[in-house]
């Protein structure tokens, strides 16, 4: 057996080695808490290349073919968009919201779909993406103005070319524009909104982040990395004074009663389903989640194109009526 000597020795050195592992991993929090919201909130910037691919699009079906146009927001920045008027106009416009690390030209794809159904297109950069300005993105702490002063523009538009016009505007969003679409439900003006692939908070987005980079399930995560999470939320808030924990589409959802379609890929392993269930179990209005068996990170429309086309402009036919 140990003597009493070895033993004290044994111990001291344990708690030696504990303390500087909790030391360590501290250190490690507050440099990987700052890296991390900091990359968060700076990307490299994706090149708008295919504006020729938007135009063959629409050709068919625009009255002025794509328009360039652009914005100053709250804070100065200048937010540039593509605009597409339809020949047949039904009075409301849709804004496409592009996910993170990407630009407009990811959305334009599903411009067709909506002139031919008589809806005017507006394809937002999202602030720090693309060509549009802006020191920072926030995943919605920001870009909710962002949206709501583009759907008043876009509402501008439509009335300008026609003073009787009474339509709605519509948000689609995918991935960072779906949870910003979901953010942005409470304009009043917002009739309906699809958001495929949302995150139901940024602070949840970052947990299944790190689950993902370090290969452990979320439960390991959200016990093991609370202190990392915790110390870039911090930093975000005494650095820029934004407060990351209200970038909450599961909490804006729940405190509005826009209708909301909320689209989840079965096999979704970068925002997995479970993130559109707990934004489903809060929502107060009238919500509905459609699961798409196959289909991977905002790809619902390229595994059933159909289904797809029938849902969403069906969502947003039948939520016609503007929300007080």
């Not at 929090?29 to 919201?37: D, F």
């Not at 870009?143 to 003073?163: K, L, P």
């Not at 909320?262 to 929502?283: C, F, K, Q, V």
């Amino acid at each position: 057996m140990l003597s009493m000597s070895k033993r004290i020795s044994f111990l001291r050195a344990f708690v030696l080695l504990v303390v500087v592992a909790l030391g360590l991993y501290l250190l490690l929090s507050l440099v990987g808490g700052i890296v991390l919201m900091e990359g968060a909130m700076r990307m490299p910037r994706r090149p708008l290349t295919q504006r020729n691919v938007l135009e063959a699009l629409v050709a068919p079906l625009a009255a002025d073919g794509v328009e360039d146009v652009s914005m100053t927001a709250a804070d100065g920045a200048i937010l540039r968009a593509w605009y597409v008027r339809p020949r047949q106009a039904n009075g409301s416009t849709v804004l496409l919201l592009h996910g993170v690390a990407d630009n407009r030209q990811g959305m334009s794809g599903y411009a067709p779909m909506f002139l031919r159904a008589g809806y005017a297109v507006l394809l937002p950069d999202s602030r720090e993406h693309g060509e549009s300005g802006g020191a920072h993105a926030t995943y919605g702490l920001i870009e909710t103005d962002d949206v709501r002063r583009w759907w008043m523009w876009a509402r501008g538009r439509v009335v300008s070319a026609d003073s009787s016009a009474k339509g709605c505007t519509y948000l689609l969003g995918e991935s960072m524009g779906a949870a910003i679409a979901l953010e942005a439900a409470t304009a009043p003006d917002v009739c309906a909104v699809v958001a495929e692939a949302p995150f139901a908070s940024f602070r949840e987005i970052g947990y299944e982040r790190i689950a993902q980079g370090l290969g452990t399930s979320i439960g390991v995560s959200h016990a093991t990395a609370w202190p990392l999470i915790d110390v870039a939320f911090l930093y975000a808030r005494l650095r820029y004074g934004l407060h990351f924990d209200e970038a909450s589409p599961e909490q804006r959802l729940a405190a509005s009663h826009v209708p909301a379609l909320l689209i989840s890929g079965l096999a979704d392993d970068n925002i997995p389903t479970r993130h559109s269930e707990r934004i489903m179990r809060l929502a107060m209005g009238n919500c509905e989640l459609w699961l798409v068996p196959g289909a991977g990170h905002t790809m619902a429309a390229s595994v059933d194109p159909a289904a797809f086309q029938r849902r969403v402009l069906g969502w947003f036919a039948s939520h016609s009526g503007r929300n007080d």
